[in-house]
């Protein structure tokens, strides 16, 4: 008992999934890397379908935070793309459209009560479903970028199926 304790207290803090700040969400412009960067084209761009399963109830919204870059991921002040959308049922499907070839990862919520944060009970355990790409899951706490990132090749359409984690 006294091991399941030690591992609950390590997992609670190590947990940082998702910041509890509220914030207003507005699109990001995409980076530009420099004068000299390749431009993209519309020919040249990918799409990513993001099937999630497991809701409990259609209240609230899905959160779906998109990254490109290892050091912002899970950081939702420095999310690539993000949607905020309402349920239509039990499971749905996100598209993210004219996504540049690259590697990426997503990190989203069912905020069940529409309060833009991940609620999390008085020791920072998830009370609200979340997943990563990949199903990924890190041992006490979020997965690494490295777990969850998933390559979009050019003019392509990549799809990945999510269910939704409880504890």
Known sequence: MKKINTLLIIFVLSLTFVSCKKKTFEPQPDPIENEDSIAVTSDSLSTLIVNVSGMKNTNGKLNIA???????????????????LTLPGQSMTVTFDSIPAGTYAFALFHDENDNQILDQNFLNIPQEGFAFS?????????????????????????????SLRFF
């Open 66 to 84: 998109l990254y490109n870059n290892p050091d912002n991921f899970n950081k939702p002040e420095l999310v690539y793309k993000e949607l905020f």
């Open 134 to 162: 990949n199903n990924s899951m890190g041992s006490f706490g979020p997965p690494t970028y490295n777990q969850a990132k998933f390559n979009i090749p050019k003019n392509s359409t990549v799809t990945q199926n999510i």
